[in-house]
């Protein structure tokens, strides 16, 4: 199965910080990644779709790059509201599979 | 407004069977492909089983492979997941997630329901 790594597993930043979350592919999977939020008892929430596709209603500081084996989330300025733990997605079948995911704390 | 409503999540014995229900609104049903989601305690998500929308082709994680089935009722739009022999691993909240575009999978999941809490435990 191909594997998907997220680093950091946590970090803690302050408000208008730039973060950066990085998921890495264990094979090379184009750009079927996609990126979730989720906060504590909620379900997740789809933020990035095709590696670097913005979700509709999903603020603009949220951005995606990458292809092939290794992708990036970034945050261009951190809100409190950002307060989650984010996962990295493959896509491409099969099997789908989820990032272990990156708790992003506010300082 | 798109709507996804699980319900049948139950305290169950292990080696017992569940059937989960995911009823659905507020988009085109039978045009998605849809997903069953679980998330252990404190664990990332898990993704478990997916069907095409005309219920024809079906995927499952191998975790699952043989001891769950995904079906769906388009007629219904309700979505479905029966689970047998269920082990204490299985403790988890499920949740059904739908596709972003319609047609054949696409694996990006725009929509959750709020999930169902299934617990095996003697």
């Known amino acids: 199965d191909i594997q998907m790594t997220q680093s950091p597993s946590s970090l803690s930043a302050s408000v208008g910080d730039r973060v950066t979350i990085t998921c890495r592919s264990s094979?090379?999977?184009?750009?079927?990644l996609n990126w979730y939020q989720q906060k504590p008892g909620k379900a997740p929430k789809l933020l990035i779709y095709?590696?670097?596709s913005l979700q509709s209603g999903v603020p603009s500081r949220f951005a995606g790059s990458g292809s092939g084996t290794d992708f990036t989330l970034t945050i261009s300025s951190l809100q409190l509201d950002d307060s989650a733990t984010y996962y990295c997605q493959r896509s491409s079948y099969s099997p789908l599979a989820f990032g272990q995911g990156t708790k992003v704390e506010i300082k | 407004e798109v709507q996804l409503l699980e319900s049948g999540g139950r305290l169950v014995q292990p080696g017992g069977s569940l059937r989960l229900s995911c009823a659905a609104s507020?988009?085109?049903?039978?045009?998605?492909?849809m997903s069953w989601v679980r998330q252990a305690p404190g664990k990332g998500p898990e993704w478990l089983s997916g069907?095409?929308?005309?219920?024809?082709?079906?995927f499952y994680a191998d975790s699952v492979k043989g001891q769950f089935t995904i079906s769906r009722d388009n007629s219904k739009t309700t979505l479905f997941l029966q689970m047998n022999s269920l082990r204490v691993e299985d403790t988890a909240v499920y949740y059904c997630?739908?596709?972003?575009?319609?047609?054949?999978?696409?694996?990006?999941?725009?929509?959750w329901g709020q999930g169902t809490l299934v617990t095996v435990s003697s």
């Open positions: 069907i095409l929308g005309n219920g024809g082709t079906t």
């Open positions: 094979q090379h999977i184009n750009n079927y």
């Open positions: 997630a739908k596709d972003r575009l319609g047609g054949d999978g696409y694996w990006d999941f725009d929509f």
């Open positions: 095709a590696a670097s």
């Open positions: 507020g988009f085109s049903f039978s045009d998605n492909t």
